[in-house]
């Protein structure tokens, strides 16, 4: 607690701030996008007039600006604490995941394990591996929300990937370290050791909800438990948009068993007198045409930001309480409303629930008229928050249906019953007196819902980020 309350006493009283946020409303959807501090606005504007300065020198020799940014990987590398040689910066977590699953050399028949709450930035991917070399994948059921409420992280590890024959020897578990759905934060060293029992080849992991909200130096959350990790910086770090990392453990991996296909370097990795193994898969991963390297450049100003603040532990720690203050205040008048876990270990800064009658608390609502309802009633009180649905965007019957990978029409997209929610993310930028006025807004808000639930369902599109 004392960490937290130095970060507030220093940010609330530094000339270093987020005045880039609108004044009317409070942000409570850093789930889905950041809002980058002052500082790390005026770093992108000054990298951005280098550039245009001399772009040709900025992308060929400019050590901050160049094409291989190595200043920013080895920068990003010792937030991470792994090696530079590990790091790739990215667009974001989609482009990270995409790096590895049509990199890696998946056959026909090889399995794949994943879960029905993942985003579509690891299901996209895996129906086209599905479809194109026929790979199998085997997708886990998260348990209710009411069993997981009670459940340990070694319960819900034995629930998701039990030590059966089904999931031996597969290729890959492709999972999310913080789920976007239901908040919960798998423990990765728990997960490696599962794996391994397992004897599954390769962890890929989407960290797009964890990086910047969790503290990446804990053994829990380090992302060398992992073989990739993927995330952005746009989201829990407030970075600038279209930034992102990914972690590759073994930088020397080459073809056959990674091709490195967004790159610029396959070629050399192709040739007969190329070594492979003397030179890092990240840096022919890196090199791939112009990129926004001011947005990358300023990342360099983020991460000072975050050693002046406090540090990763303080941060987590901050955003964690205020997460804390919003899930129990919801089950302090409903409890079955909760999506969210209880274990401290499976918790996050993202609080998910049902929306539920504050006058009749039992009742408890996830069709999407009535989550609909609150969200835009929110918003008219100056409240962002978002609306998500769950369990997946893409049926799991699908990936387990026989397919002829020449036939792409031997496997369609089945339809599945969707459950919708309301998704909080509290983020570094917010106060405890902005969770406050969230409380007594939700309270007025669920209040009405009686007098809404017999209207029409509006239209709406769900976009599960």
């Known amino acids: 607690m004392f960490q937290a309350k130095q970060i507030r006493k220093w940010f ?12 009317d409303i409070i942000y409570l959807n850093n789930g889905t996008e950041g809002s ?8 992108y504007k000054t990298g951005l007039s280098n550039w245009n300065t001399n772009p040709t020198a900025s992308y060929e020799t400019d050590l901050l600006l160049g094409k291989q940014q190595l200043n920013t990987r080895k920068k990003i590398a010792e937030f991470l604490d792994v090696g530079s040689s590990n790091i790739c910066l990215t667009n974001n ?7 590895v699953l049509t990199g890696l050399n998946f056959k026909q028949g090889d399995r794949v394990i994943t879960t029905d709450h993942e985003h579509p930035a690891i299901i996209s991917p895996l129906w086209m591996l599905k479809q194109r070399q026929g790979i199998n994948v085997n997708v886990r059921s998260f348990p209710d929300h009411k069993t997981l409420n009670s459940m340990t992280p070694d319960e819900l590890l034995d629930h998701l990937f039990p030590r059966v024959p089904q999931l031996q020897s597969a290729k890959a578990l492709c999972v999310s370290h913080v789920y976007s759905t239901n908040g919960v934060r798998l423990p990765l060293d728990k997960l490696q050791r599962r794996a391994n029992e397992l004897d599954i ?15 990446v130096n804990k053994p829990e959350n380090r992302v060398d438990n992992c073989d990739f990790y993927a995330a952005p910086t746009h989201k829990w770090m407030n970075g600038p948009p279209g930034t992102g990392m990914l972690y590759i453990r073994d930088p020397y991996l080459s073809p056959p068993e990674f091709y490195p296909t967004l790159s610029q370097k396959m070629g050399e990795y192709m040739c007969a007198d190329y070594p492979g193994t003397n030179k890092s898969i990240a840096e022919a991963l890196q090199v791939r045409g112009c990129q926004n390297t001011p947005s990358y450049n300023a990342l360099l100003k983020l ?12 941060i987590e720690e901050y955003i964690l309480n205020l997460s804390t ?3 129990d205040f919801i089950i302090s008048k409903s409890t079955n409303s909760m999506i969210s876990p209880s274990e401290e270990d499976l918790r996050s800064g993202l609080v998910s629930f049902f929306p539920f009658d504050w006058n009749n608390p039992q009742q408890c609502y996830s069709n999407k008229k009535m989550v609909m309802f609150v969200n835009e009633q929110l918003q008219k009180k100056g409240i962002q928050v978002r609306y998500i649905a769950f369990p997946t965007v893409t049926s799991p019957l699908c990936f387990t249906q026989e397919h002829d990978p020449g036939d ?23 106060t405890p007196e902005q969770i406050e006025s969230f409380k007594q807004a939700l309270k007025e808000v669920l209040g009405e819902l ?13 976009f599960c980020c």
């Open 201 to 215: 080849d390769y962890i890929i992991i989407d960290g797009a909800q964890a990086v910047g909200m969790v503290d």
């Open 325 to 327: 203050s919003v899930r």
């Open 12 to 23: 609330f009283k530094s000339d270093t701030k987020f005045n880039q946020l609108a004044e």
């Open 450 to 462: 009686t007098a809404v639930k017999e209207q029409p369902a509006p239209e709406m599109v769900c």
């Open 303 to 314: 991460l000072q930001f975050y050693q002046d603040i406090g540090g990763q532990k303080a």
């Open 408 to 430: 792409p029409n031997s496997c369609k997209q089945a339809p599945v019953e969707q459950q919708y929610c309301i998704r909080v993310s509290t983020g570094l930028f917010n």
């Open 36 to 43: 980058m501090p002052d500082c790390v606005v005026d770093s």
């Open 93 to 99: 977590t989609t482009m990270g995941l995409a790096m």
